[in-house]
């Protein structure tokens, strides 16, 4: 079946310009993660959705950055003014429900702020 | 706050050989260990996990071992093949908004490398 994919692919935008990125989870996945994974760096946990709950924020690095997940299903994660320093790839990645750890990635969004 | 760390950073074997990443992990509510590989361009592809009720895991030439009392579990992969070459991520589940232990935390990675 069709995995987690994510758009754009790439994204090169200049500095102070706003960025939106979309992930489209695995159907029937209701929990959704964003991650931020720098050059030759792990991932970085921004944001967890599960189902009708309130958004897990804690790993957002500012109030630049923001999310939301429409009607159960899409995500798009916003990158307010953005800065050098938010160049990386942006991944997400779907799980099947709350008790089911197993996260299946997307292939990323690789975002170049010049 | 909690963290997994992870070694080696880098790791060179010839075709053939085996290869051990280890990594440990501080969060004693831990109980979902999974691995993921990542080729590049890509995004990380679950390979194997473990939870805590078992010890070891095995999935044909790979294999993840856990030790709870210590906090440390391995990844084995043995008869390494030029196409297992990619960097290797682990991760530990912690607990969430609401104390639930749905989060990951990963470590660092480790890019290995298969010699032909």
């Known amino acids: 079946g069709a995995g987690v994919s994510q758009s754009p692919s790439n994204k090169v935008t200049e500095k102070g310009k706003d960025v939106e990125l979309r992930c489209d989870p695995i159907?029937?996945?209701?929990?959704l993660y964003w991650y931020r994974q720098s050059l030759g760096q792990g991932l970085e946990f921004l944001i967890y959705f599960q189902g009708n709950s309130a958004p897990d924020k804690s790993g957002l690095p500012s109030d630049r950055f923001s999310a939301e997940r429409t009607g159960g299903s899409v995500s798009t994660l916003t990158i307010q003014r953005t800065q050098q320093e938010d160049s990386a790839v942006y991944l997400c990645?779907?799980?099947?429900?709350?008790?089911?750890?197993?996260?299946?990635f997307g292939p990323g969004t690789r975002l170049t702020v010049t | 706050g909690e963290n997994v760390e992870q070694h080696p950073s880098t790791l060179s074997v010839q075709e053939g050989d085996s290869a051990v990443i280890k990594c440990t992990y501080s969060d004693s509510a831990s109980n979902y260990f999974p691995w993921y590989k990542q080729e590049l361009g890509k995004g990380p592809q679950l390979i194997i996990d473990i939870r805590s009720n078992v010890g070891e895991k095995k999935d044909q030439r790979i294999a993840v071992t856990l030790n709870k009392t210590a906090k440390h579990f391995s990844l084995h992969i043995t008869e390494t093949q030029p196409e297992d070459s990619a960097v290797y991520f682990c991760?530990?589940?912690?607990?969430?908004?609401?104390?639930?232990?749905?989060?990951?935390?990963f470590g660092t990675g480790t890019l290995l490398a298969v010699q032909p």
């Open positions: 991760a530990a589940s912690i607990r969430g908004y609401g104390g639930a232990t749905n989060k990951l935390i």
């Open positions: 990645a779907s799980s099947s429900q709350p008790s089911s750890y197993e996260q299946y």
């Open positions: 159907s029937g996945h209701t929990a």
